[in-house]
């Protein structure tokens, strides 16, 4: 399988017209196995909603001026493959990506305040708040039920080896000292001697 320096092919490809499998092409990845398991992997962790607008349809639209974030609208027309012209007010037409529409779900609902995945996220976390009689059985305990974690105090950094010396004293004073006192000796220059 290795090319000639002449022919720049191998001359199993010339022979054969075709390239022999060896142990070291099983070592290399297949690039559409790799593609499709990429594809797959993607689909499972980030299930995606398939956001598909037609004319006519009743939409919110994010709105980026003050007050609401919604307004209410008619998809009027698709600009692009994933722009479309939106009616929110008559004589008033905008110009939305469809990352910006949300579908209106019935009439008597009002604008969304938030985005769906966020709104399940605060509806998942009202349901985790519960009563501790209501939720004993599942390990849940409210803050407020937990022990107290145990003050530790800090010490204080003061820079000076006074301090540090009367901590050490002070912490090993019940008992025998764990090292032997360090001997401190100026250093000799040549100067001095």
């Known amino acids: 399988n290795t090319r000639h320096p002449t022919t720049r092919e ?5 022979m054969l017209q075709r390239s022999l499998r060896t142990r070291l092409d099983l070592l290399k990845p297949s690039v559409a196995a790799c593609v499709a398991g990429a594809h797959y992997r993607q689909q499972r962790q980030h299930p995606g909603q398939e956001r598909a607008f037609t004319a006519g349809d009743q939409v919110y639209a994010r709105d980026y001026r003050s007050g609401h974030k919604w307004q209410p609208g008619t998809v009027t027309a698709q600009t ?11 004589g008033q037409v905008w110009r939305r990506h469809q990352d910006q529409l949300l579908r209106a779900p019935s009439q008597d609902s009002g604008p969304p305040e938030q985005r769906p995945d966020e709104a399940a996220e605060v509806s998942a976390t009202a349901s985790t708040d519960s009563t501790p009689e209501d939720s004993a059985g599942d390990g849940y305990l409210p803050p407020e039920s937990l022990p107290a974690p145990p003050e530790v105090p800090r010490p204080r950094s003061s820079g000076t080896t006074q301090d540090a010396e009367a901590r050490i004293d002070a912490d090993n004073s019940d008992g025998e000292r764990r090292y032997p006192v360090r001997e401190r000796r100026k250093p000799q220059r040549l100067i001095e001697e």
């Not at 692009?80 to 008559?90: D, L, R």
């Open 80 to 90: 692009g493959p994933v722009s479309f012209q939106v009616q929110v007010s008559p």
């Open 10 to 14: 191998s001359p199993a490809l010339l």
